[in-house]
């Protein structure tokens, strides 16, 4: 079925009336969202009430996310009663751009009641700070909050840099590489750079660095523009893997990027992976000129290694969106500025 969906430009209309109804029919959130993402934008209300109706959380938020959805209304209150999990809560505020004012303070006020302080921090930053946004009410209980759990007084002069210094924690660079990553390169000559984005350093760092999360990539480059290589460029890092079965939601077919998507094997062991400390993708000075520095360091790397001449170019520096639409469609976000970086490198 998947196939059959990927290729829809060589199928009949009735092959193609036939496959719809299939999907339809059968309850799969996945296929159903598949459908509206490759085929059919047209039916976009019908098929988020069919997928809304299934209860499957994960392809919810992958509808609102990639889709602005004109009833996201019936949808956010079906959260509202049945998410009690504050990441969840976070990822629909934060990845959902074209929320209501009102339903994004109701989110808030729900993660506030669920005490976790991670996903709480963030909301709130990202309403105040990244949003640029103001809510008295919302304000009053971040005094409180910010009293009770940093024992931290806010006021309306200082909340912002207050916010900035709790969110931007600092800590001690761990030693060493992640333990997080492939030897070598599976046969391959890597030849993509793929951006991404991480709200926090520190949370990147300890993340890459926790065997658990098996996740890493090659650079993470703070706000103030430091440096951190995490994997060696000779290792694959684990940060745009693509699957090759089907049923998986980083199914390598579905790359946007065709030098992804006709690769037959794990991007990971045909890219480098540069993480930056953002939560919309744009970057300080700071971080371009040590993006520069990196890619500059990259292409290097693969004329003395391969003789490679890398190509500097929006084919080959690509977003992570670009490796996983589906699961990564704001990574690293829509104020990246590639054009910037690109047209540095080559001056
Ligand atoms: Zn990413």
Redesign the pocket.
Known sequence: MIDKILNYKNLTKNELANIKQEIMQSNDARLMFLYLYFIDHEHLEDISMKILKTGNLRYIHFLLRSFKVTNYANIIEYILININDAKYLYNILYDVDYLDNNYRLQIINKIITLNDNKYLLKAIYYYFIILNLYDEELFDKMQTLCQSLFKITINKDNYKAILDNLIHQKIVDPKGFSPNYYEGRNGHIPHLI?????NTYASAINHFYDEKSQVS?HYVIRQDGHIKQVVSLDNSAY??GTSLNENSDVYYKFASSPLISNVKDNANYFTF?I?YESFDGSLTDKQINSSLKVIKEIIKYLKDKYNYDFPIDKEHII???E??PLV?TK??GSNFPYDKIIYQLKS
């Open positions: 793929v951006c991404h984005i991480n990539s940060a745009n992976s993480e977003g992570h969106n490796v996983n990564r990574c690293p």
